[in-house]
């Protein structure tokens, strides 16, 4: 199993940016994704999650800013941010997990599967 994410950058404070994370050697429908961040000497935390049904949920901080989305027939899922501030500032993961349990979809200790992350700088 293989989770790449790619699309991060260098942006200034309210623009924009598509982060995007393909999967392989899984059956990607099967799997609920999510999208996680870590800042500098700070936790890895939660930011976005996608069901297999295509439920979302979101972080407080981002919620109204960052959409999250799905196309299994690429095997990807997608999140896109808007009106990216400074405190966006990370690296951001995608995860994934066949079988965790929704109520703790926020939990990075509920997935097994990882990408490598992809740095995202707002600059104010």
Known sequence: VQLQ??????????GSLRLSCTASGLTFSSYHMGWFRQAPGHEREFVAAITRSRHTYYADSVKGRFAISRDNAKATVYLQMDSLKPDDTAVYYCAGDRNL?????RNRDQYDYWGQGTQVTVSS
Request: hydrophobic share 55%; glycine share 26%.
């Open 5 to 14: 994410a790619f699309g991060g950058g260098l942006v200034q404070a309210g």
């Open 101 to 105: 349990i929704l109520s703790s979809i």
